[in-house]
Each structure stands twice: as C-alpha cells, then as structure tokens.
C-alpha cells in the first residue's frame, strides 16, 4: 500500500493550486482519504476527507475554497485549491483510514509522502 502526493508549488494569494493523491497496491475508492498540512511551526491539521460513499468534509477555514473529488479511472484523488491565501502554504500529505471519514490525524494508517505549497506575492 502506498499514497503518493503531487501537485504542489508556488503561487500567488488569490491563485489556484490542485494536488492529486496516487494510491498503489489498493483501491481508493475504498475507505476514506484525507489531506492533511504541516505549516512551519505548526502543529498538522487535517484540511479534508473524501469518503469511499464520496461525502466529503473540510476545515472551515478552507470550505468554500477547496474541493476533494476522486478519478477512480486512473485510482487518484484530487484537490483542488482555489483562491489560496499565504496561510494555506504547508506541506501537504494524503493518507487513508478504514471506513468513515476523520480529520484527526491519529485515525490514518497510511501515509504519502507530502507536497509543498507555498502562497506569497
């Protein structure tokens, strides 16, 4: 079982950014994934969760802003940032849990290796 994120780089605030989580060895489609970010000097949070029914949950501070959708041809999750702002910048990883949908941490086994995002004019 392995994730892979991709996807991020710099942009300026207002800017648009999507990263895509890449499963191997196990169907995304099953089980929840979620995207997390680690900002310097912070602790991780959990940004949203797609769930294997497609409910899909998001930080407040992100909703409105940010949308998780999944490609189940090519066993990829998407998402998609928009209007980013220089607190969104972090390294951003996708993982994935049994079952239903979580935003701690703590309730994912499986991790992918993150992506940086970085927001600044």
């Known amino acids: 079982v392995q994730l892979q994120a991709s996807g991020g780089g710099s942009v300026q605030p207002g800017g648009s950014l999507r990263l895509s989580c890449t499963g191997s060895g196990f169907s995304l489609d099953e089980g929840a994934i979620g995207w997390f970010r680690r900002a310097p000097g912070k602790e991780r949070e959990g940004v949203s969760c797609?769930?294997?029914?497609?409910?899909?949950y998001y930080l407040e501070s992100v909703e409105g802003r940010f949308t998780m959708f999944r490609d189940s041809t090519k066993n990829m999750i998407h998402l998609q940032m928009n209007s980013l702002k220089p607190e969104d910048t972090a390294v951003y990883y996708c993982?994935?849990?049994?079952?239903?949908?979580?935003?701690?941490?703590?309730?994912?086994?499986?991790w992918g290796q993150g992506t940086q995002v970085t927001v600044s004019s």
């Open positions: 993982a994935r849990k049994q079952f239903i949908c979580s935003l701690y941490f703590n309730d994912y086994s499986y």
């Open positions: 797609l769930s294997g029914d497609g409910r899909a």
